[in-house]
C-alpha cells in the first residue's frame, strides 16, 4: 500500500509559477512510477506528466516547455514544477503512482494508475 499527499496548490497570476509537491509514505518508492494528473470542472482527468523508476519521463503537449517533474528519492517526494502559468491549467491536480515503466510512451492515462492522492487546488487568474 501506498499513501500519497499532494501539497503546493494556491492561486496564483497569469505568468506565474508554482510548485507541487507529493509525499509518498509506503515502500519500495523507487520502484514506483509517479504521475501528475489535473481534472478542470466538467472536463477529464488529464495526464500532465510522469516519471518511473528509470527516470523515463512523459510530458503532455499542453505543457512542455513550461512544466517539469522531478523526484527526490532521499525525501520519497515527487514535484511538479509549474511556470508561464496559464487559466486554463487551472484544475485540481492530482498525484498517482503505481508499478509500470513509461519507455515507448508518449502520454499517461488515469487507468494506468491504482494509487491516488486527494488533489491540491491550483487557480490560475488572468
Known amino acids: 500500500q501506498v499513501l500519497l499527499v499532494e501539497s503546493g496548490g494556491r492561486s496564483v497570476q497569469a505568468g506565474g509559477f508554482l510548485r507541487l509537491s507529493c509525499a509518498v509514505y509506503?515502500?519500495?518508492?523507487?520502484?514506483?512510477?509517479m504521475a501528475w494528473f489535473r481534472q478542470a470542472p466538467g472536463k477529464e482527468r488529464e495526464g500532465v506528466a510522469a516519471?518511473?523508476?528509470?527516470?523515463?519521463?512523459v510530458i503532455a503537449d499542453s505543457v512542455k516547455g513550461r512544466f517539469t517533474i522531478s523526484q527526490d528519492n532521499a525525501k520519497n517526494t515527487v514535484y511538479l514544477q509549474m511556470g508561464s502559468l496559464k487559466p486554463e491549467d487551472t484544475g485540481m491536480y492530482y498525484c498517482?503512482?503505481?508499478?509500470?515503466?513509461?519507455?515507448?510512451?508518449?502520454?499517461?492515462?488515469?487507468?494506468?494508475?491504482?494509487?491516488w492522492g486527494q488533489g491540491t487546488q491550483v487557480t490560475v487568474s488572468s
Open positions: 498517482a503512482a503505481d508499478f509500470r515503466t513509461l519507455e515507448g510512451r508518449v502520454w499517461i492515462d488515469p487507468s494506468d494508475f491504482g494509487y
Open positions: 509506503g515502500d519500495t518508492y523507487s520502484s514506483y512510477c
Open positions: 516519471i518511473d523508476s528509470n527516470g523515463v519521463m
